[in-house]
């Protein structure tokens, strides 16, 4: 039997098994559910170990745990390191699913569920392909496997882990599968991810809420202020006016630009599916170049004052923000945190106090469509789906991914496919079951890929 027959045969059961794992609420943002992000990191323990792993075990950290299992065949053979999270995003606003987050359901041949593509559907591909070659004796490569369960909280366990194990996690190359592919019609691999840096600001102004009749016009709103001063962050072309902000950035040439844009792209469709008339970003550059290679601000969040039902004439006294800047090769996270920290509080007028907290951030990553590792990703691709993939720059970030350059000195073979009609982070999260089986397959093929590749280098 093959590894791919053996698929075949168990494709059910690996799809039900999914849906058992889609079922546990591993929110790693929320501490009422710690006990729920054990439970998904001790059910990835035990289907690595069904699967034919040697070593599966909970690493703990001070944070959630991480999931680390092992299959040596033969040290002289390639090793692929597999990355991938178990832990998934708050579901927040229950009220616009249209079935509960965390009761998976089928419909139009998708699973819906938090967390169904982003990551818990791409990432337990890894452990279907690895189970369907090992059942087969087909495993052609050594196999060890790194599930954490913080990355959707910035991953903050993980880099001390990865710096404390280098020994351990020795490899050839890190795979991961927490993209997405153009469509599919027309199959991708990432080449290069933004970075990140996610800021929350809090401005305040009296010293308690204030009634808006007695002292509005008297007293600085601070939720007025907030709103000016983060208008004041972009200019009318879109482009942000943080001094020193694009010191660094990397500009593609005018080549590289336009094989970028020559990947499918229907802007009337884009348009369509958002349920927008037009869209908007920085002048001078295209939807696709906005959303791969230009860096950007947004506010993700806002809040102050009264926002219950009915009318209540307050003034607050504080108003709040959270603000993410996605970057681009030449950018550093933590400079631009700084930058931003620096400009924040040099333009509040001085009726109103400025608080700025850096959360979590990342670096960029750009790899290399000429490595053993991408050609062996595009081989199996192209098997599986018929069709040779595009290399494409993705507009989201993997943080860990320049981490892994850093510190084990392994590029990232970014193997994702999910589509971006998914809604990851988004209410009515999904995962088609195509994409699902065509992934496992996929899989089995860079393993066989990889190891012929590597092997004879």
């Keep these: 039997m093959t590894p791919l027959t053996y698929f075949e045969k168990h494709k059910q059961r690996f799809l039900d098994e999914l849906i058992e794992l889609l079922k546990v609420p591993s929110v790693s943002a929320d501490s009422r559910h710690k006990e729920d992000v054990a439970r998904a990191a001790d059910y990835i323990r035990q289907k690595l170990e069904d699967a034919g792993a040697d070593k599966a075990e909970i690493c703990p950290t001070q944070g959630h745990p991480i999931v680390y299992g092992e299959k040596i065949i033969d040290p002289s053979k390639p090793t692929v ?3 991938g999270h178990y832990d998934v995003q708050p579901p927040d606003p229950l009220d616009l699913w ?3 987050p965390f009761e998976p359901v089928i419909k139009n041949e998708k699973i819906y569920a938090r967390g169904a593509c982003d990551d818990k559907g791409q990432m337990y591909m890894h452990i279907k392909a690895f189970e369907s070659l090992v059942e087969t004796n087909s495993l052609p490569c050594n196999i060890k496997f790194m599930i954490e369960g913080e990355e959707e909280v910035g991953s903050d366990n993980l880099e001390l882990f ?8 020795k490899g050839d190359i890190i795979l991961i599968s927490d993209t997405s592919i153009i ?9 290069g991810l933004r970075g990140l840096s996610y800021m929350e600001v809090e401005v305040t102004g009296p010293n308690r809420d204030l009634h808006s009749g007695v002292y509005g016009g008297a007293v600085e709103n601070p939720l007025n202020v907030l709103c000016e ?7 009318a072309d879109g482009r942000i006016t943080i001094p020193g902000f694009y010191d660094n950035v990397f500009e593609l040439s005018d080549e590289d630009r336009r094989k970028l844009n ?3 792209f229907d802007l009337n469709e884009y348009k369509s599916d958002l349920g927008i008339d037009e869209i908007f ?3 001078g550059y295209t939807t696709l170049e906005r959303t791969g290679i230009r860096p950007t601000l947004d506010v993700n969040g806002i809040w102050g004052g009264y926002t219950g039902e009915g009318a209540k004439t307050v003034l607050p006294s504080k108003a709040s923000a959270k603000i993410s800047m996605r970057l681009v090769p030449g950018q550093n996270s933590s400079k631009i945190s700084e930058l931003f920290s620096q400009h924040f509080q040099k333009i509040a007028p001085k009726t109103v106090k400025v608080k700025v907290t850096p959360h979590h951030g990342g ?7 000429s490595s053993i590792g991408y050609q062996a990703a595009s081989k199996a691709m192209e098997e599986a789906w018929g069709k040779e993939p595009i290399p494409t720059k993705e507009g989201g970030s993997i943080p860990i991914v320049a981490l892994f350059q850093d510190v084990l000195e392994l590029d990232s073979i970014l193997l994702g496919v999910g589509l971006d009609s998914d809604n990851i982070h988004s209410p009515n999260e999904n995962f088609g079951i195509y994409n699902y089986y065509k992934g496992i397959e996929t899989l089995i093929g860079f393993h066989k890929h990889f190891a012929e590749m590597a092997g004879s280098k």
């Design 183 to 191: 469509s599919n019609e027309n199959p991708s691999i990432t080449v």
């Design 98 to 100: 249209d079935s509960p």
């Design 363 to 369: 670096e960029p990553a750009m790899l290399s469509t």
């Design 229 to 235: 001063m983060i208008t004041s962050l972009k200019d």
């Design 162 to 169: 990865v710096r404390e194990n280098k020994e351990r996690l």
């Design 81 to 83: 390191i597999v990355y």
């Design 281 to 283: 970003g920085e002048k």
């Design 262 to 264: 020559e990947a499918p």
